[in-house]
């Protein structure tokens, strides 16, 4: 098994000691009955393989922290922030691993000074994580149905666009049609135009030959009459 080592934490741990499978077993069956065991009740012991494959853990410190220890603990967070490239808005898993390392320091500086203070930081700290995942929770559900509806959303408008270019199609066909049918009818408008005229100049050429036929035989009947006078005799 390879050496693993802890990673490094806002949390302040005493050193490492080696512990085999057994005293692990009993640490963890113990109830906590001084500082340091509520300590490892509140802020679990970090385990990790050393050298040769001993097992090591690490608790936290059981030292009381002085106004300089928080000083340098708020240098370190804004070290640390600036260096692991966290945003400063917005979800970040980088800002909220810091922040909460921060908070479990706190609390392990007041429950050093006094335990039942620190336990009701930890309520405080359960609550506002399960809040917190609660959130992630709905963050996520609503991402996925986010993301659903806009795929659905999507779909639909390569429908609608599918439908939009058929229409398209059906306008142009229809506008063709109108202009073929216009067309028509404008021929038909001048078909009619010539036929009327002709219709009109046939009439007027077939009421001139009649007026003048009906002219020449009134011409001629009165020739008649004016002729058949100058032949009757003189009367005595």
Known sequence: MNDIQPAPSLVKYSNPILISN????????????NTED???AILVPREFNHQKNQLQMQCVSPAPSTKQDVLELQDKLDKWLQQRQARETGLC???????????????????????????LLVTVRNEVRMVIQTYQTLYASSIAFGMRKFLSEEEKKAEYRLRIKQLEQECSELHRQVESLEQKLLDTKQQDEIKRQQT?????????????????????????????????????
């Open 38 to 40: 509520i300590l490892n």
């Open 200 to 236: 009109k100049e046939a009439h007027a050429d077939i009421v001139s030959q009649l007026k003048a036929d009906i002219k020449a035989k009134v011409n001629g009947d009165l020739e008649k009459i004016l002729t058949g006078q100058k032949k009757l005799p003189d009367k005595k």
């Open 22 to 33: 057994s005293q692990k077993k009993q640490i963890k069956q113990q109830p906590p009955s």
């Open 93 to 119: 898993p980088i800002r909220e691993e810091l922040y909460s390392q921060c908070f479990d320091e706190l609390i392990r500086q007041i429950t050093i000074n006094c335990a039942e203070r620190g336990m």
